[in-house]
């Protein structure tokens, strides 16, 4: 398919008023400065050709894509289209829509994961992470339980296994400490119910068992750089992983090589490179009825 002379990108930032197209490279950023909030949404229908995988394919870490199919009787392949999907990690896949609507886009971005461990978990698969199955087995569980769970003496029986066990196979493989693990799952949390809910901070700091809002909003900043305030205007969870991932290397905690390209470290023009590996499954929003659940 030719490429049209319109293209196929559009950032979609705060405060979500309006798309801005852009090329064959993504804005640039300060130094050092993650994409707080900020999308890449796809128009397929302009253009679905190999240029186009490999940009988002190798966009940034925390900026999230949002694919937006072609028209039903400009799909050639279903099954080429969910490669390209799958290969991208997109955080939503939507409909057919000639000119999406900001206010639409917005709620999608706000879309809490449908399986947050697992969808955190692939995240970090994407940003390079390579570990054994046990090991992406143990991370996923601890996100999960970290709902429920406060202490690391509580998550290591839960687990069926030592707190030295359970440290020295996280630490052996260049992992944060379990209790980061932990620690950040609560916050991730936070971040979900801070853009789905009007309860307030105070409420979903004891919701989670912090003494007050306070101390969940010092240790949103000592985690991931941000403030609740900030993860309320900014909508999304990608950058909010990749605050933390960002963080724990600064701190000595993480010891894996960040594939794909990391913002402030990186030239912002995409370069033919080796992507990371894609997740298993892609979140497909709002398929039923056009053949491709």
Known sequence: ??????SPFSLFAPPYDRLEAFGESIPAH?????????????????SAN????????????????????????????????LTIVERCRPHS??????????????????????ALPVD??????????????????LIRRTLELSGELRTVSGLSR?????????????????????????QFGRVLRATIQLQTTD?????????????????????????????????RECLGWEWVVEGWLVDERRRGGLHFELKATTW???PRTISPGSPGQPPRRPRRAALAGRGMS
Do not use: C
């Not at 398919?1 to 319109?6: K, L």
């Not at 896949?93 to 917005?106: I, K, Q, R, S």
């Not at 839960?158 to 932990?182: I, N, Q």
């Not at 105070?202 to 900030?230: C, H, W």
């Open 1 to 6: 398919m030719p490429r049209s002379t319109r």
């Open 30 to 46: 300060a130094p050092g400065r993650l994409p707080a909030g900020e999308a890449v949404v796809w128009q397929m229908a302009r």
């Open 50 to 81: 190999a240029l186009d995988l490999q940009i988002m394919r190798d966009r940034p870490g925390g900026l999230a894509l949002i694919v937006v199919l072609p028209p039903a009787r400009e799909l050639v392949s279903e099954a080429d289209v």
């Open 93 to 114: 896949v939507l409909p057919f829509h000639p000119e999406p609507e900001p206010e639409d886009l917005a709620v999608v971005l706000r879309r809490p994961p449908e």
């Open 120 to 137: 955190v978990t692939d995240y970090l698969v994407w940003r390079g992470l390579r570990v054994d199955g046990d090991t992406r087995r």
């Open 158 to 182: 839960a687990l069926y296994l030592s707190r030295r066990a359970l440290g020295r196979r996280f630490l052996s493989r260049g992992l944060p400490a379990p209790s980061h693990w932990l």
């Open 199 to 231: 309860d307030s901070l105070f409420a979903i700091a004891e919701g989670l068992g912090y003494p007050d809002g306070f101390a969940l909003s010092n240790q949103m900043k000592r985690l991931t750089s941000v403030r609740p305030s900030t993860i």
């Open 264 to 266: 402030g470290t990186s």
